[in-house]
């Protein structure tokens, strides 16, 4: 997924930022899917991969560190997880 699929979701999509939901919406199965920023720490990453695979959540590990992912957002702080319920 490149930057401008990211800022379709943006104007498009239901989002949420960080890990918190992450986990939540990865446990529950509430999310389409899980992007994810390529400097993530390694045990987060693993943790939502593993959630996302026993719930059927599609995961996605971006080409994009969590300080661009942040700009893209427009929001003034890094991003490393992006989960998308709608």
Do not use: Q, W
Not at 4 to 30: D, H, M, P, Q, T
Not at 61 to 66: F, H, I, K, Q, T
């Amino acid at each position: 997924m490149d930057v401008n699929e990211v800022k379709e979701l943006l104007s498009k999509g239901k989002l949420k930022f960080g890990i918190k939901s992450a986990r939540v919406y990865s446990l529950n199965a509430k999310a389409k899917a899980i992007l994810v920023a390529k400097n993530a720490k390694k045990v987060h990453k693993t943790e939502i991969e593993n959630n996302c695979k026993r719930s059927g959540v599609k995961y996605e590990e971006l080409d994009l560190n969590s300080d661009e992912l942040g700009a893209i957002c427009g929001k003034p702080f890094n991003i490393s997880f992006i989960t998308i319920i709608e």
